[in-house]
């Protein structure tokens, strides 16, 4: 059993900074890629960043050149530093991670979600 546990939401005013955690536990053979997405009520989840194992990295347009993610294997562990907030990145943020297992075969998993809020 594989489990996300993230961490770091919460409130903050318009240009300031949050740094959101996000670990998996339990039984782990390979990671390949981590992501944060986010959605808001009523609309569909949206990928924010991703980034592999071999570390390379994409992120949305909306959110290029004010956040950056970075991951810790040793950790098993994804960041994402949120600089620049604006009240548009209110929403609750999610941590996404594809693992594989011996076999080869690749699974994903989700966190709980992590709610953040930018006040103007």
């Known amino acids: 059993q594989v489990q996300l546990v993230e961490s770091g939401g919460g409130l903050v005013q318009a240009g300031g900074s949050l740094r959101l955690s996000c670990a998996a536990s339990g039984s782990i053979f390979r990671i390949n890629t981590m992501a944060w997405y986010r959605q808001a009520p009523g609309k569909q989840r949206e990928l924010v960043a991703i980034i592999t194992s071999g570390g390379t990295i994409k992120y949305a347009d909306s959110v290029k050149g004010r956040f950056t993610i970075s991951r810790d294997n040793a950790k098993n562990a994804v960041y994402l530093q949120m600089n620049s907030l604006e009240p548009e990145d209110t929403d609750v943020y999610y941590c996404?991670?594809?693992?594989?297992?011996?076999?080869?075969?690749?699974?994903?998993?989700w966190g709980q979600g992590t709610q953040v809020t930018v006040s103007s």
């Open positions: 996404n991670a594809h693992l594989q297992d011996r076999r080869g075969y690749e699974y994903a998993y």
